[in-house]
């Protein structure tokens, strides 16, 4: 799995090229159209990041749970998710 920072440097680098492109001819407006994608598809990435944050198994593997303790930390996921899903 790719490290978050990677992800958002690669982002970051798409919208670079395409912005200084823009730049290079002289096109304000987009330039201005690159600057407000840029910012939501930042937002987009890293809710979708946080999810697969939480829905990722724990970081230590050898760790043993009971069948109860790993039901628990599933709900506890399905509710974190609910909560970053909830619109309002």
């Known amino acids: 799995m790719r490290a978050r920072e990677r992800v958002l440097q690669s982002l970051d680098n798409v ?21 407000v994608e840029y910012q939501r598809e930042q937002l987009h990435l890293e809710v979708l990041l946080d999810i697969r944050e939480l829905l990722s198994p724990a ?30």
């Open 15 to 35: 919208y670079r090229d395409a912005f200084q492109s823009a730049d290079a001819e002289g096109d304000k407006q987009e330039m201005a159209r690159l600057d």
């Open 59 to 88: 970081s230590d593997p050898e760790e043993e749970e009971s069948i109860v303790d790993k039901g628990s930390a599933l709900l506890d996921k399905a509710r974190n998710l609910r909560k970053i899903t909830r619109l309002r």
